[in-house]
């Protein structure tokens, strides 16, 4: 299997995405994962997923500027997603 660059927004369901996220870097694919319109929700669910993402070395970005989590402004998110393999949208 070739291993591919797959960027997935976290539009709706941030858990999931979380989970999703780390579950696709299993298989060696470099995963991006971008919040996008919200902060992340601070839940015990998230929590975990935020562990699993640790482990899985993702490091997750924010179309906020006010988020804790490192920001990533329109103009890259575009090119983040034109030279990805995949974008998923969760």
């Given at each position: 299997m070739d291993t591919k660059t797959l960027v997935l927004l976290a539009r709706?369901?941030?858990?999931?995405?979380?989970?999703?996220?780390?579950g696709l870097t299993i298989f060696g694919h470099t995963v991006r994962l971008v919040f996008m319109g919200r902060e992340v929700e601070d839940t015990l669910e998230n929590?975990?997923?935020?562990?699993?993402?640790?482990?899985?070395?993702?490091?997750?970005?924010?179309?906020?500027?006010?988020?804790?989590l490192p920001y990533v402004p329109p103009a890259e998110l575009c090119a983040m997603c034109l030279s990805a393999d995949a974008v998923l949208n969760l």
């Open positions: 709706h369901d941030q858990t999931e995405a979380m989970r999703v996220a780390a929590r975990a997923q935020a562990d699993l993402l640790e482990l899985a070395e993702i490091e997750p970005r924010s179309t906020l500027q006010t988020s804790e």
